[in-house]
């Protein structure tokens, strides 16, 4: 028998996360963002659940490619635009859109020779100060793009630096206005945050939306807001049995380093899931966990293969028993991924993108 844990990627929950995306943004077309192999769920698997988006936004042309090869023929836009001068040529075969965020990607273009011109996305760094042309020099970069015949139409850009936080959008907004207000051309602006709590504002819904981990049920202002608070629901779920039970006496320590003690009698099980699979290090005692759908916590230091729970709240579990680590457990018991993360100092982003090779994943098909 293979090691119990695996992977399930709930198509369903992708459907219905994009959908509230639509709700929050009903004007918008809405751009579902799968990079980073859709954000640890795989490409093909993600499409599934995700086909009724308008299109699709990643960075690795090999990540295009397949979903070219799943036949999906509208929009595909690449977030960081071309890395070298024969991307383009990529980007003409699969009649890719992509982002023009430097001034050299404008020279690669005006010297490329297509047969179709280009849809391409003029980014304009509003403060995030990661890629994009400044406000002032971004009217002579569409000027430039607009004039080569190897550009069909220019659409404008940026991003977000705190869109899930205090200092909100409000102040990059400004910034992109003014600097683009008399420019032509579609406008794409929000990213998951920004959707779920600033759509209702002037210019942010815009033409295109760009909807990432809302897809994969993860709030992006956890803690401050759950999925349940915005109507998402898990799209991963990461789950394995217990392999052993051990009965801890008062003074008794757990795993490496011994950071839990026991001060009274206690049982705990011992789970088939650790670092090497994509779980935590960093979550230490009291993580929240499921077995057999109820709500405990885990204790110790997170071992490459095994982590421990408390029995406590779940007597009746023995060996064999379920262990969900985050997503969708028996009974309708629920454990979102935010929850995890956060009390590994990180965010749920980085736990379903860091889901090890070794897990088998396995979809759950669309209900019919
Ligand atoms: C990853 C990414 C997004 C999606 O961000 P979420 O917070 O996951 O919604 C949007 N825009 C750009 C440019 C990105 O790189």
Same mark, same amino acid.
């Given at each position: 028998m293979p090691r119990p844990i695996e992977a399930l990627i709930h198509t369903d929950a992708l459907a219905h996360n994009l959908q509230r995306a639509r709700a929050g943004a009903p004007d918008s077309r809405v751009w579902a963002v799968v990079k980073a192999n859709a954000y640890g769920h795989g490409v093909e698997r993600a499409f599934t659940g995700l086909r009724a988006a308008d299109g699709f936004a990643l960075l690795d042309l090999e990540e295009a490619q397949r979903l070219r090869a799943l036949d999906w023929r509208g929009p595909i836009l690449l977030l960081e635009g071309c890395f070298e001068p024969r991307d383009l040529e990529t980007c003409s075969r699969l009649n890719l859109w992509h982002v023009v965020h430097d001034e050299t990607q404008i020279d690669w273009l005006a010297a490329h020779k297509t047969h179709q011109p280009h849809r391409v996305f003029l980014k304009m760094n509003s403060g995030m100060n990661r890629l994009g042309f400044r406000p002032e020099s971004t009217r002579a970069a569409w000027a430039r793009l607009n004039a080569l015949?190897?550009?069909?139409?220019?659409?404008?850009?940026? *991003?977000?630096?705190?869109?899930?936080?205090?200092?909100?959008?409000? *102040?990059?907004?400004?910034?992109?206005?003014?600097?683009?207000?008399?420019?032509?051309?579609?406008?794409?602006?929000?990213?998951?945050?920004?959707?779920?709590? *600033?759509?209702?504002?002037?210019?942010?819904?815009?033409?295109?939306?760009?909807?990432?981990?809302?897809?994969?049920?993860?709030?992006?202002?956890?803690?401050? *807001?759950?999925?349940?608070?915005?109507g998402l629901r898990p799209t991963m779920t990461l789950r394995t049995k217990l392999i052993a039970t051990q009965a801890l006496q008062p003074g008794d320590s757990v795993g490496y380093g011994s950071t839990f003690v026991a001060d009274a009698p206690m049982t705990i099980g011992i789970a088939a899931c650790g670092y090497a699979d994509g779980y935590p290090r960093h979550a230490g005692t009291g993580t929240p966990v499921l077995v057999e759908g109820v709500r405990t916590r885990t204790v110790g230091r997170v071992s490459m293969d095994m982590l421990a729970v408390d029995l406590g709240p779940v007597p009746q579990a023995g060996l064999?028993?379920?262990?969900?680590?985050?997503?969708?457990?028996?009974?309708?018991?629920?454990?979102?991924?935010?929850?995890?993360?956060?009390?590994?100092?990180t965010i749920g982003y980085e736990l379903m993108c860091a889901l090890a090779p070794r897990v088998p994943v396995r979809a759950v098909p669309l209900a019919s």
């Open positions: 015949p190897q550009v069909a139409e220019v659409s404008l850009m940026t *991003h977000f630096s705190d869109a899930d936080g205090e200092r909100g959008i409000a *102040h990059q907004m400004a910034v992109f206005d003014a600097a683009t207000r008399d420019l032509p051309g579609e406008r794409c602006v929000a990213n998951s945050a920004a959707v779920l709590r *600033h759509a209702r504002e002037a210019g942010v819904a815009a033409d295109w939306v760009r909807a990432g981990i809302l897809c994969y049920g993860s709030a992006p202002d956890f803690p401050a *807001h759950d999925i349940v608070h915005w064999g028993s379920e262990v969900t680590l985050w997503g969708d457990g028996p009974n309708g018991a629920r454990l979102p991924i935010d929850e995890v993360a956060h009390a590994a100092g």
